[in-house]
């Protein structure tokens, strides 16, 4: 059954759970061969691009950090 259903896209893995780490390490394989089947890389950025994306970096550096107060909002044990 499990030849059957198995397809290239969507392949059935076999592991074994006689031994915890043996299957922990059969599952992170697995995992780890897929992911670097997938062949992944950063986008691509046009050169005009990059000049807006450090411009909003720089921005967002400059500006208020999570722990700014919002208005009309109290802090929890401000009075």
Known sequence: MIRHTSAPHAPWHVV???HKWFT???VVS???DTLRALDL???RIEAGKEKDLEAARLALAS???PAAAQPGRRRRGSA
């Open 63 to 65: 500006g208020p950090g």
């Open 24 to 26: 922990r390490l059969v």
């Open 16 to 18: 074994p759970t006689d």
């Open 30 to 32: 697995a995992i780890i």
């Open 41 to 43: 890389a950063f986008p």
